[in-house]
């Protein structure tokens, strides 16, 4: 979503040389979020464009009507918002039958005691420090504490392999301090990798400094 289009190419190769681990794809509706990107079209090009697994974030309402127009592949890793379905676990089944990684987004409010009853169903939970919709916004302070907080009751509940993924103004600083909460996967974009004057490559090293424990 960060990524100039221009110049994507150039990024992808920038990506891969550095060893990314995936390329997370933003895919809004202009219902569930006021926005629209990252097409099923899209999606599948950049499947031909690199090697690199996707992380789909679907941002769109009733998702569990919607997952096979992205042809999800075995391995990705896909989140849909809880706030977004009536269905979880029927979601969360959908997914795990394309073999890819269910995974629950959260907002910024939603409280993590939701997910009590589905942490069988689910192998990671992307917290929101923002709320969904638009690039460029400031983290909402007590998003950490909620992630650690999630932590927390994922080691107590007996799934600590459940990984954690931060998305939202996810700079330097607050990569660190979303480590430390117990984040796994961060989402880096205008705040972290794209910065304006900068090099990806520069600030892609920098950012593994910064989550790195």
Request: include cysteine; charged fraction near 20%.
């Amino acid at each position: 979503m960060c990524a100039s289009l221009f110049s994507l190419h150039e990024t992808v190769q920038a990506f891969e040389a550095a060893g990314i681990e995936y390329l997370h794809m933003d895919v809004m509706d202009g219902s569930f979020v006021p926005n629209y990107m990252l097409g099923t079209d899209f999606i599948k090009q950049m499947r031909k464009l690199s090697s690199i697994p996707l992380d789909i974030h679907l941002m769109v309402d009733r998702p569990e009507e919607k997952l096979d127009w992205f042809d999800i592949q075995a391995g990705e890793y896909v989140s849909f918002h809880y706030e977004a379905t009536n269905h979880v676990q029927r979601v969360c089944a959908q997914i795990r039958n394309k073999s890819a990684k269910p995974m629950i987004a959260l907002n910024p409010a939603t409280p993590i005691s939701v997910l009590e009853d589905v942490l069988p169903d689910i192998d990671g939970v992307l917290i929101m420090s923002v709320n969904p919709g638009f690039a460029g916004q400031k983290a909402i302070p007590q998003t950490a504490a909620k992630t650690a907080r999630l932590k927390a009751m994922l080691e107590n509940a007996g799934y600590p392999q459940v990984e954690i993924e931060a998305d939202g103004n996810m700079s330097f600083e607050n990569a660190r301090i979303f480590r430390k909460a117990g984040v796994d996967i961060f989402v880096a974009g205008s705040s972290g990798l794209f910065i304006q004057g900068r090099e990806l490559s520069a600030c892609i090293r920098e950012y593994r400094e910064c989550i790195s424990l």
